[in-house]
């Protein structure tokens, strides 16, 4: 099967201070590979510092890579740190849903900012894809209306999911979006995810330190540590039969 | 012998209007060299009780009980004066956030240093100085850092949470003291440092016969090593118990959800398929529903559900539910 996502030879680095006048190469990333298929979901695990978050932020665009390309179905969308305005077909959901939407805005209007600024939509069809799009997550028509302080945390981040959806994007990056919630709370969300992923094929980013639900939700596994993948698989066979060090200590507890 | 007895703690918010009940009559007892935990989602009271216990909540909060007992002293009944007193010589706490709940315009040493024991050395003032400074260290050193003269000498705001978390844990333990509350050490944690945070107060437990109880809202944490749990949901106490008969047996419906929505524990789950959910949300406070707070989500809910259920003891385990679940879950 041809992959839907294809990362090659991702590599980052930042410039810190390391003196008075002098700077030092930090390496984040070095030479990350990865590829996912249509409907599949892959996990990233490791150590906080370990790169995590700066890989999710590569993929959705949030950060320019410096050297390595990002493929979407063939087609190049970031090469050596030159990205394609195509923002649209990744996109991202943040830890914190409450600190990471506008409290100025109405729901209704930050998802019709996201059609404004990326679709040449008319104004009906932009009020008719809010309204799918809010039922497809499990809101209704008329939270649109409502400003975010109104909402719990576990509608807050349908809220979220549904400004992730509503581009229609091919792979949806989630940034420890799940493991931070209450635990009957999260069960709901997973399941919304997994029946999103199953009705349309969405291919899901995972990144999250919770290890039980990367090993229930995910179909492969990288294992970063120092901005180097050390492990990559398939779920069950890294979880049984782990190779690296880091990978051993990091499941053994 | 019996460490802590509280028996119908009921914590109130005084609004303009109403009066929020955030903790609705609340009883729990802890012996000695026991490991205890309460569990809840967020919103369920977990942190105003241990806050409580310790005395530090402000006077907003209208606190009620029937009693406190701490080693047979009521604490409701001692002066502020005496109160702190028996607090601060027995009990610690460990509280949720740890680089906000420390000082951050103070060195860690001295703020290590602070929490010691006055010790009556009767050395020159140098030499009181130096013992300090080796206290300091072998404490540092036992909570499992090992570069101690650059933790010491840093802010902490220079410090990772994880050695930020381990700095609080080490001010806890500085007065060995009989109970520690522990407000969910873990959750700004990775899984590595967890289990080395795990570690160090399992082996407080065994080897200080230090007791702990723990505030967390993942039951899997704790299930491995804790004596008893204590479910709350909503500032209700719903199902109390040793844990293992609240893993085989739960007999609330909340207890059953938690239980269900790990993957660890629901073993004829196959890949990718949906968890067990309750449906809707956790009601805020200022919308509790009457009765058995978990009614309008409960999928056994009935009529009779709009009274408060009472407290069902049956074998050391207790459970509030006007129709328990009697058969077994699997």
Known sequence: MQPLLKVQALSKTFNV??????????????????SVGKGESIAVIGETGSGKSTLAKLLSGADSADSGQILLENNIIENNGVRDNQCRHIRMIFQDSGASLNPGLTIGDMLDDCLLYNTDFEKLERIEKINTTLSKVGLLIDHQHYYPHMFSVGQLQRVALARALILDPKVVVLDEAVSSLDPSIRAQIVNLLLKLQRDTGLTYVM??????????????????????????????????????????????? | MQLLDVRNLTIELRTSETVIRAVDRVSFSLKEGEVHALVGESGSGKSLIAKAIVGVLNERWDITADRIHWRGVDLMRLTPEQRRKTVSQDIAMIYQDPSRCLD???????QI?????????????????????????????????????????????????????????AMAIARTPKLLIADEPTTALESTTKAQVFRLLKSLNQLKNMSILMISHELEEIAHWSHGIHVLYCGQMVEAGPTHKIFSQPRHPYTQALLKSLPDYEQGLAHKEPFYALKGTIPTLQHLPIGCRLGPRCPQAQKACVVTPKFTKHNGHSYACHFPLIKDMR
Do not use: W
Not at chain 1, 224 to 239: A, N
Not at chain 2, 104 to 110: G, Q, S, V
């Open chain 2, 104 to 110: 951050p315009t103070a060195k860690i040493f001295d």
């Open chain 1, 17 to 34: 201070r390391a003196g008075l006048f002098s700077r030092k190469k930090f390496e984040v990333l070095k030479n990350i590979s990865f």
């Open chain 2, 113 to 169: 240093a602070e929490t010691l024991p006055e010790i009556a050395s009767k050395g020159f003032f140098l030499k009181r100085n130096r013992e300090r400074k080796d206290r300091v260290k072998a404490l540092i050193h036992k909570v499992g850092i090992k570069n101690h003269e650059a933790v010491l000498s840093s802010y902490p705001h220079e410090l990772s949470e994880g050695v930020c978390q381990k700095v609080m844990i």
């Open chain 1, 207 to 253: 990144i999250t330190h919770h290890l039980s639900l990367v090993r229930h939700i995910s179909d492969q596994v990288i294992v970063l540590d120092k901005g180097e993948v050390v492990e990559y698989g398939p779920t069950e066979s890294v979880f049984q039969n782990p190779q690296s060090k880091v990978t051993q200590r990091l499941l053994s507890c």
